[in-house]
């Protein structure tokens, strides 16, 4: 016998629905919507936010303070758990809504999923027009939401009941779809949201999303085999992939079988434990030089669940054998094609297992195999350099700001990072001890993400020891969910670094002939530049002030002791510390293309766009 129906209004039917849903893969159930964040206003108060309230015994509230910061947050969640749980998030209409818009491209372009509800207009136009309605004179059915459908991977307007339950489901099977997923839509008018309706009990039945694993296609197999077979000096790219898999003993086995060396995007690395003869390290513009003196001269690249984006490829630049072919594994053809590759459309576990089967018996030559083990040895070299701080007295500099945390972290920690320089000093020097250990989001390379998806983390791995790593200029973007881990309770690990202005674009400036105009956090100087006397700015306090314990670090052994302190603090607590400039980090090993001023007055402009075409004429199309 079918379950009665329930007469509910639709916001209250979706958070029943929404309880409900489970993902399960390999045998193991999780949550698909752990929890819901919110901040309310007209739109989503008296709907969804009544609803939360009605329902709170089955749905995990979390209030925000930033609506982007709340994606963030839920994404953060989702990559710890491997896809396999997801958070939604609620807003009003109008501002509220489009603050969405950032967090919903990093969540797509990551392929991490988050269920975004935003509030909208009257379904019936019963007040047009509404507080913060975007009036159009020609599209009465266009509203700010909108702006979400480039940046969604599902998005629909609910505007009646009965239309619920086909959306809801869809947008659960987008979620749960590891080729599909990323940001999912369901925009909400806010006099719908408070609707009754009779709805089907079936609605509300506990569903199970499995998510696959699909298998190689024989022929596809047989001939990656094959090409790996005929291959010197194959070379695999591990991406993120690998990682939402849950693929990394499968590559491992390979590694060990077959003797292919594994360099990493900043995605995928971790990929392999830093320690393992076969991992490089990573690859491409912020990559490590042995990655990327491999990958030049080899003859087959390997790609296993990576998207090649311009970092990963120096812009096209890198992979420089004459005969080079590519091999890619990946879960969605789009990503398998690139390159003109050989295909293997499968995810990414089950792929690796298959190849390493197909593989029995091959293993590449000693000579590459004593060839790329020596060179990891002195990238190693380089790492303790960088790392190593002669003076503990000293102001330290930013890569012996690493080597401080990583004499710290234990294997479990989460080291959390998105833009600024630190993405490529971390991806260069960074020793990975574990598969989630590092966590960069370089898809949208996104200032002010680190804060809330350490808070995310936490709440989806609460014993795990998660350290924020932010520069002066991202913390500015976004510290508010500080208060958000004080509220929750989350002794999330913020490491602020003080260098007094966008350190990354300033060197970037400088290489391409903008000579770091803008970059700088100082005073206006006399003659109209950013040249003056650092902004008298205390980070250090902001970070006190909304509820975290502070830790000022002056030298390096006070920088060691200050980590240390925070590691075992069951409070957020941030260490802060004024980093010395001075360049440490070693250099680019690749290019990455940012077009130079074809014609300019300024030498140094005029002197960059003289290397970049020199630099310009590597770039291959691979056919």
């Not at 330290?396 to 700001?401: A, D, F, I, K, R």
């Not at 100087?525 to 700015?537: C, E, N, Q």
């Not at 077009?595 to 960059?608: D, F, G, I, L, Q």
Request: proline share 6%.
């Amino acid at each position: 016998m079918s379950p009665s129906p329930s007469r509910l209004t639709v916001a209250q039917a979706l958070v029943r629905f929404l309880a409900a849903q489970y993902t399960e893969r390999d045998g193991t159930r999780h949550r698909l919507i752990a929890g819901t964040w919110g901040i309310f206003g007209h739109g989503n108060v008296a709907g969804v936010g009544q609803a939360l309230l009605e329902y709170g015994d089955v749905m995990p509230y979390h209030q925000g303070r930033n609506e982007q910061a709340m994606v963030h947050a839920a994404v953060g969640h989702a990559r710890q758990l491997n896809r396999l749980s997801a958070q939604a998030v609620t807003t009003s209409i109008g501002p509220g809504a489009t603050n969405l818009v950032t967090g919903a491209a990093l969540a797509t372009i990551n392929r991490l999923p988050v269920l975004l509800l935003p509030g909208d207009y009257f379904a019936g136009h019963a007040a047009d027009p509404l507080l913060q309605q975007l009036e159009h004179p020609v599209e009465a059915d266009v509203s700010v939401n909108d702006t979400l459908r480039p940046v969604s991977r599902y998005f629909d307007r609910v505007t009646r009941p009965e239309q619920l339950i086909p959306s809801a489901l869809h947008a659960m099977r987008v979620l749960a779809d590891p080729a599909e997923t990323g940001a999912v839509t369901l925009a909400l008018p806010q006099d719908v949201q408070a609707e009754a309706y009779d709805w089907p009990g079936e609605f509300f039945a506990e569903r199970v999303w499995h998510v696959r694993r699909p298998v190689p296609d024989p022929c596809e197999l047989e001939e990656a085999a094959r090409a790996v077979r005929a291959a010197a000096r194959p070379l695999i790219v591990a991406g993120g992939g690998v990682h939402h898999s849950e693929a990394e003993d499968a590559l491992r086995a390979l590694a060990d079988a077959t003797g292919i060396p594994v360099a990493s995007t900043q995605a995928g690395k971790g990929a392999l434990r830093h320690d393992h003869p076969a991992d490089l390290g990573g690859i491409g513009h912020t990559g490590t030089a042995v990655a990327d003196e491999l990958a030049r001269t080899a003859d087959l690249v390997i790609g296993v669940g990576t998207r090649y984006s311009d970092f990963t490829t120096a812009s096209g630049t890198l992979f420089q054998h004459p005969d080079v072919r590519f091999v890619n594994l990946n879960i969605t053809a789009f990503d398998a094609h690139k390159l003109s590759a050989r295909t293997v459309v499968a995810d990414a576990r089950a792929g690796l297992t298959a190849l390493t089967g197909a593989l029995a018996g091959h293993r590449v030559d000693a000579a590459y195999e004593a060839e790329y083990r020596a060179g990891k040895e002195r990238w190693e070299q380089v790492v303790e350099a960088a790392y190593r701080a002669a003076d503990e007295n000293a102001v330290p500099t930013q890569t012996q700001v690493l080597g401080a945390l990583d004499a710290v972290v234990q294997d479990t920690d989460v080291v959390i990072n998105a833009a600024g320089s630190l993405p490529g000093d971390l991806h260069k020097l960074w020793r990975a001890r574990s598969p989630r250990q590092y966590h960069l989001e370089y898809g949208y390379s996104c200032m002010g993400y680190e804060i809330p998806a350490a808070v995310g983390v936490q709440q989806a791995a609460p014993d795990t020891a998660v350290w924020a790593l932010v520069g002066d200029g991202t913390y500015l973007m976004m510290p508010t969910e500080i208060v958000t881990a004080v509220q929750e309770g989350l002794p999330v690990n913020l490491v602020l670094l003080q260098n007094h202005g966008y350190a990354s674009i300033g060197g970037l400036s400088e290489s391409v002939g903008g000579e770091r105009f803008g970059t700088a956090y100082r005073y206006r100087a006399a003659d109209g530049t950013f040249t003056g006397a650092p902004l008298p700015v205390d980070l250090a306090a902001n970070a006190g002030s909304l509820g975290m314990d502070v830790l000022r670090a002056g030298t390096v052994r006070e920088l060691r002791e200050a980590l240390a302190a925070a590691r075992a603090s069951n409070r957020p607590t941030c260490v802060y510390v004024e980093t010395d400039p001075a360049p440490t980090a070693p250099p680019a090993e690749a290019w990455w293309d940012v077009p130079v001023a074809e014609t300019a007055s300024r030498e140094a402009a005029v002197a960059a766009r003289e290397r970049y075409d020199r630099s310009v004429t590597a770039r291959r199309r691979h056919l």
